[in-house]
T-cell receptor, first 113, second 113 residues
Framework: AQSVTQPDIHITVSEGASLELRCNYS??????LFWYVQSPGQGLQLLLKYFSGDTLVQGIKGFEAEFKRSQSSFNLRKPSVHWSDAAEYFC???????????FGTGTRLQVFP | NAGVTQTPKFQVLKTGQSMTLQCAQDMNHNSMYWYRQDPGMGLRLIYY???????DKGEVPNGYNVSRLNKREFSLRLESAAPSQTSVYFC????????????FGPGTRLTVL
């Protein structure tokens, strides 16, 4: 069965520091991978997605993610975090043979000035 | 272009009352979804409609019913609300099920007393 694991429930970084949020998935078929961001009191917004091709994908707000098939991972990165990046981040996986996405439980990012 | 809209934004119910959450999308998407979000549990799929005329149970369907009224609208009904249904409810839509980006509404915050 499909599953998504976000091992870090809560991460705190200083503004300007680099960031990496981890996501591991379990699925036999070719995965379709997504990262979403949720600001407080808001719905989820797509940051980036990976379907095929280049394993390093660029998204909005300066985020990028790298698909590593051998590690079943799709980690989200940002070189320099801004205070406005404080939010909750969700990784999700889908596939051609399913009708739905499976979401991880989320990582809450706190940014200190 | 409003995207995905949800009504109401907030609702307080007493145990045993019924209500319907409304969702509409203007992107001509085929697939629509209802999730609930609870602290520490991420997003859990309640029901979904992969295409107009079909509905299927998700991970946590008990206590809920849905109607895909037409291609634009997908409603979620609580027949007899319970305190365990206190949550934030999100509607989402995508062009195709399983592999496509889901676009989320702003959410409905429901409290059941």
């Amino acid at each position: 069965a499909q599953s998504v694991t976000q091992p870090d429930i809560h991460i705190t970084v200083s503004e300007g520091a680099s960031l990496e949020l981890r996501c591991n998935y379990s699925y036999g078929a070719t995965p379709y991978l997504f990262w979403y961001v949720q600001s407080p009191g808001q719905g989820l917004q797509l940051l980036l997605k990976y379907f095929s091709g280049d394993t390093l994908v660029q998204g909005i707000k300066g985020f990028e993610a790298e698909f590593k098939r051998s590690q079943s991972s799709f980690n989200l990165r940002k070189p320099s975090v801004h205070w406005s990046d404080a939010a909750e981040y969700f990784c999700a996986v889908g596939a051609m043979d399913t009708d739905k996405l499976i979401f991880g439980t989320g990582t809450r990012l706190q940014v200190f000035p | 272009n409003a995207g995905v809209t949800q009504t109401p934004k907030f609702q307080v119910l007493k145990t045993g009352q019924s209500m319907t959450l409304q969702c509409a999308q203007d992107m001509n998407h085929n697939s629509m979804y209802w999730y609930r979000q609870d602290p520490g549990m991420g997003l859990r799929l309640i029901y979904y409609s992969a295409s107009e005329g079909t509905t299927d149970k998700g991970e946590v369907p008990n206590g809920y019913n849905v109607s895909r009224l037409n291609k634009r609208e997908f409603s979620l009904r609580l027949e007899s609300a319970a305190p365990s249904q206190t949550s934030v409810y999100f509607c989402a839509s995508s062009e195709f099920p399983g592999t496509d980006t889901q676009y989320f509404g702003p959410g409905t915050r429901l409290t059941v007393l």
